[in-house]
C-alpha cells in the first residue's frame, strides 16, 4: 500500500492526463493512503483485542487481501485512464465493478468481526480502549455510506450510461471540486461523510494522545475517568459530525455552502459538546484541588 501511494504520487506528477475533471492518479493516491492508515490502525486494535484473538487476526488478514484486490483494479483502471468505481461500460468493466462492491461487503464484515472482538475484550486502559471501539464503530458508519453511492441516479435509469452510481448528491460527479480531495463544491458528496466516518480510528486515539500531552499541565486531566468521558464526549462529537456531513450531502448540499440549518444544527452540536466538556474539565479541577498535599 505505501509502495503505491508513492508509485502514484509519482505519476500524479508525470502524467497530466484528466478523468471526470480530477488527475488520473489521484483516486489510487487516495485509496491507498486511506487503506494504509486504516489497516496499520487495525493492527494497533488486534493489539487489544484478549479474546477471539485467532478470529480476529483471519478477519483482518482476509480485509487487508480485499483491499490490495480493490488497490489493483483501482491502479489498472487509472493506468488505462478508465473509471473504476461506478464504471460499466463494457462487460467487463460491468463485472468488475460488481465484484468490487462484493469486497466492499467483506471488508464491512470482517472489519465488524474485528470490532465485536475488541468490544468483548476485557481492558483497564478504558479511554484508551474506548477511543478504539468508538473509532471502529464510526468506521463501519463510514464505510456503510460507501452503498448509498451505488445506487443509480434519475439520469441513469432514464436512458443508457456508461456509469452507475455516483459520488455527487443533485449534480453530476466530474464537476468543480475541491483540490486533490475532489469533493464537489457544487452539490451534496457522500465522499465526506464516508472520508470522515473511515478515519475515526486515528482520530480518536489521537485526541486521546492529545489530551495526555495536555495532562502534563494540567492535573486534572490526568485522572482516568477524566479521560474516559472526554474520550465519550469526542467520540460523541465525531458520530454528530458524521451525522451531520451525510445529511448535508443527501440534501444536496455543498461542504463549502452550507444552508442556515447545516450551519445552525452544527453550532448547536458544538454549544452542547463544549458544554459537557467544560462541565467534565471544572468539575475534575474542583476534585483536584480538594486531594491533599503531603
Known sequence: MAGLAVFSLVALLVDDRLLMGQPVWTKPLKFALSTLLYSVSVSWVLSRVTRFRRVADAAATVFVVSFLVELAWITWSAARGRMSHFGVATPLESVLYQVAGLIGVVVWIMSAIVCVALMLSATENRAQVWSMRAGMLIALAGMAVGALMTSPTPEQVAGPS?????????????????????????????????????????????????????????????????EFQLVLITSAGYAALLGLLLWQALRGQSIVSPDGLTAGAGVAAVICLGAATAAVVLR???????????
Not at 455527487?168 to 469533493?183: C, I, K, R, T
Not at 475515526?200 to 489521537?206: C, E, K, R, S, T
Not at 475534575?284 to 503531603?294: C, D, E, L, N, Q
Open 284 to 294: 475534575a479541577g474542583r476534585g483536584t484541588k480538594a486531594i491533599p498535599v503531603g
Open 162 to 226: 456508461d456509469l452507475r452510481g455516483a459520488h455527487s448528491v443533485g449534480v453530476a460527479d466530474g464537476g468543480a471540486a475541491l483540490p486533490l480531495l475532489g469533493w464537489s463544491t457544487e452539490g451534496g458528496d457522500l465522499r465526506i461523510p464516508h472520508f470522515i466516518g473511515m478515519h475515526a480510528l486515528q482520530v480518536l486515539p489521537l485526541v486521546l494522545a492529545a489530551l495526555r500531552l495536555a495532562g502534563r499541565r494540567l492535573p486534572a486531566l490526568r485522572r482516568p475517568e477524566v
